[in-house]
């Protein structure tokens, strides 16, 4: 079975809280705020791999989502940024939204494109889930061809090659 389409439901992570925070110790006037800033939501990531064929990974797990900033601490201490989600995709994808739009057509080994960005620290994501439809358009050597063995498969190449001999250095 060869998935060719598939739709998928992307969402960027969330954004960490911040942390409200108050230095108090004994000795020191003027403690004041210490809190630290939440973490980045993680990107959703399309990227394309040439090892990557068909679409069928999406067909079983279309909701696709990028990890969510941790949350700030005392101290002046920022939470982590959440980590980002990379979709592996053949190459020659076209990615377009629910209504048909083209949003991107990925060409080239390792060309990547960001379906769904993240909340910044301490603000959530503002576009929510996103539907989107992948298209890969199938490279011809990736097709299979049927028959007896060795019977018309010389039509796809009528050159036979050609080797080069010649002596072979001391």
Do not use: C, W
């Not at 598939?6 to 403690?31: C, D, F, Q, W």
């Amino acid at each position: 079975m060869l998935h060719d389409r598939a739709k998928i439901y992307v969402e960027g992570g969330t954004g960490g809280n911040g942390s409200v925070s108050l230095r108090r110790e004994a000795h020191v006037p003027r403690g004041g705020p210490d809190g630290g800033d939440g973490g980045h939501g993680g990107d959703v990531v399309l990227e394309v791999d040439p090892g990557v064929h068909t679409l069928l990974d999406f067909h079983y797990h279309p909701h696709q989502r990028a990890g969510s900033g941790r949350p700030g601490q005392g101290a002046h201490r920022n939470g982590a940024n959440g980590a980002d989600r990379v979709l592996r995709v053949p190459d020659g994808t076209v990615v377009q939204t629910a209504g048909g739009e083209v949003l991107a057509d990925l060409v080239g080994a390792g060309t990547r494109y960001v379906v769904a960005g993240g909340g910044r620290g301490g603000l959530p994501v503002d576009a929510g889930t996103t539907l989107l439809t992948l298209r890969a358009l199938l490279h011809p050597l990736h097709l299979s061809v049927h028959g007896a063995p060795l019977q018309g498969r010389r039509d796809l190449n009528p050159q036979p090659p050609v080797l080069e001999t010649g002596a072979l250095p001391d």
